[in-house]
């Protein structure tokens, strides 16, 4: 096993200076624009969710339904995801990842 040594460098001036922030922006912000910003972020999460598990299933070349019946949910459950209605949690996630890296070992394995 090869050993990477790294020099941690301490000078704290470079660690404030990147760390800055305009205080007066930051005091103006009311709590409205933080709510909306945190929406925006959170929409634009589902979005990227929805979109990831159709390339999922588009990279394997099937039909919802065929995509549904191959990983073990229900029709709905893909629809939802795909149309961004509801984002895959947990084991969902992580199998949609998995067939994502390696499809024809996750499918065989789901066989």
């Not at 470079?14 to 305009?22: E, T």
């Not at 005091?27 to 709510?35: H, L, M, N, V």
């Not at 909306?36 to 990831?52: G, I, P, S, Y």
Request: hydrophobic share 40%; proline share 2%; charged share 35%.
């Amino acid at each position: 096993m090869k050993t990477v040594r790294y020099k941690l460098d301490t000078d704290k001036s470079k660690l404030l200076a990147a760390a800055r922030i305009d205080r007066k922006k930051f005091d103006a912000t009311k709590e409205q624009e933080i709510a909306r910003h945190r929406a925006e972020d959170d929409a634009e999460a589902v979005q990227d969710a929805a979109k990831f598990a159709r390339q999922v299933r588009e990279q394997l070349g099937l039909s919802q339904a065929d995509f549904a019946t191959s990983i073990n949910v229900s029709l709905d459950t893909i629809r939802n995801w795909e149309q961004g209605k509801r984002c895959p949690t947990g084991a969902a996630k992580a199998l949609l990842k998995v067939i994502h890296k390696a499809p024809k070992a996750a499918l065989a394995a789901l066989r």
